[in-house]
């Protein structure tokens, strides 16, 4: 009897195989993809520990150790383009969550769904232009002669404003630009979600005598908490990256702005440009992804003491 039940046992098991093996297949080009794409390449992590030759390679170049991480440690300016990477990205969270949210909660109470879609189409139009192009648009608005600004002042008779060599204005133009451009996209997140939960909690206050806000306070925003946390956490574990792009096209890379203009990405690739040095690149990029996963796991550990359920993991 044990015989036969480990023989139907056996047999069982073979049949369900056999059924999955159709969904093994299914998945197999992404494991596939995903091997080679994220996996194969871990190797080249070896170049930010080298000194590394184009003649020789990765495996005969010499072993440099922690020399290539000095750096960015080591030079008078690291300071400013860490402080420039974190305050711009830790602006950029805050100002996206605020924005996003309301603009989310706006177009929801649109009733009209040609004009729904023509605002979702406008707003999310400039995320997907090229930052090349952007910076092009930057620049007609604030061009030293040409600019729409500065043709406007000089048509009141106000003097010009040089932008492309006066510090001061970049911190609130690159966060303008950015919110400008990155506004649609978490919008279209936001109001995913509120257009997914339905008119029922909305009418049931509406019947309770629940005004407006009073619906926003303690319907909507409530809701959208979970996709708010896990949007931010996603954005935190990017908080020692910054948008090349944005950075380095929309200052047009003028030297005149790198104390409020450069971070750890530009900075390296300028470096790159001159040294023409790999190993140092690597060791940034390295000590950004490590920086970059230790914050997103820190952060998301505070949220789960404080919302277990909203925790990513």
């Not at 996996?39 to 990765?58: Q, V």
């Not at 020692?240 to 200052?251: A, N």
């Not at 409020?260 to 530009?266: A, E, F, K, R, S």
Request: some cysteine; aromatic content about 16%.
């Amino acid at each position: 009897m044990g015989n036969q039940a480990m023989t139907v046992n056996k047999k069982s098991r073979k049949v369900k195989m056999r059924k999955w093996i159709p969904v093994f297949i299914l998945g197999l080009p992404g494991l596939i993809y995903i091997f080679i794409n994220n996996y194969m390449p871990l190797y080249g992590l070896l170049i930010a520990f080298k000194d590394y030759k184009y003649d020789l390679g990765i495996w005969g170049s010499e072993w440099a150790g922690l020399k290539n991480f000095e750096f960015l440690f080591a030079t008078k300016d690291a300071w400013v383009i860490t402080r420039n990477t974190i305050l711009y990205n830790l602006a950029f969270i805050a100002l996206d969550l605020v924005c996003s949210i309301s603009m989310a909660i706006f177009l929801n109470e649109v009733r009209s769904k040609m004009a729904k879609k023509v605002y979702q189409t406008l707003i999310l139009l400039p995320y997907l232009m090229s930052m090349v192009v952007v910076s092009y648009l930057a620049y007609a608005f604030l061009g030293d002669r040409t600019g729409i600004i500065n043709s406007v002042l000089n048509a009141f008779g106000l003097k010009s404003i040089r932008f492309y060599s006066t510090k001061k204005y970049w911190p609130f133009i690159l966060t303008f630009v950015n919110q400008w451009r990155m506004i649609g996209y978490g919008t279209i997140i936001y109001l995913s979600t509120l257009v997914g939960l339905g008119d029922e909690y909305f009418e049931a206050a509406e019947i309770d005598g629940a005004t407006k806000l009073q619906q926003i306070r303690y319907i909507t925003l409530p809701l959208l908490k979970p996709t708010a946390i896990m949007l931010v956490t996603l954005s935190m574990g990017r908080i020692f990256r910054s948008d090349f792009g944005l950075f380095y096209q929309v200052p047009r890379n003028q030297g005149m702005l790198y104390n409020v203009t450069d971070t750890i990405d530009t900075y390296v690739f300028r470096a790159l440009l001159q040294n023409g040095d790999i190993g140092l690149s690597s060791a940034a990029a390295f000590y950004q992804s490590i920086v970059c996963f230790i914050t997103i796991v820190v952060f998301n550990a505070l949220v789960r003491k404080l919302s277990k359920e909203d925790a990513l993991f």
